[in-house]
């Protein structure tokens, strides 16, 4: 999805139905929630091809500092360990004012086999996910 400047970017006032239900982003992935109840919960969602991250794995701490509430948030990484597999990163976001609205720590891992699909099993993957040829070992 593309977004231009133009488009309504807030302030948003976020209702939920419930002390606890699914928000606007949880409803967008799919989220259920199964049970909560006694300070436990259980949740679930459906794997879509369009939020993988690939053949890696993710560690990743955030602490959110401030919410957003309308307008654009920009992301900022600079990478502070670089491996043959994995790659430690920190994460700023900022609003559009550029006050820092959150901090993350992530760690990526590549995966030791990367999933070599053929051009034919791509094309079987619904909508416009994988475009061009994939590689072979």
């Known amino acids: 999805m593309t ?18 239900s699914c928000a606007p982003f949880e409803q967008s992935l799919g989220i259920e929630i199964l049970e909560a109840h006694a300070g436990k919960a259980e949740l679930r969602m459906p794997f879509m091809y369009a939020y993988a991250n690939g053949a890696a794995t993710t560690h990743m701490e955030v602490d959110f500092l401030y919410p957003v ?21 920190d994460v700023s976001l900022y609003d559009d004012r550029e006050h820092e609205v959150m901090q993350m720590r992530a760690i990526f891992k590549l995966a030791w086999r990367q999933l070599n699909l053929s051009q034919k099993e791509c094309d079987s993957i619904p909508g416009d996910m994988i475009t061009g ?5």
Not at 71 to 76: M, T
């Open 69 to 89: 509430m309308q307008g654009w948030v920009r992301a900022s990484a600079n990478v502070v360990h670089a491996g043959e597999r994995t790659w430690d990163a």
């Open 3 to 20: 977004l231009t400047d133009n488009q309504n970017t807030g302030p948003h006032k976020v209702k939920l139905k419930n002390w606890i």
């Open 133 to 137: 040829q994939v590689g072979r070992d």
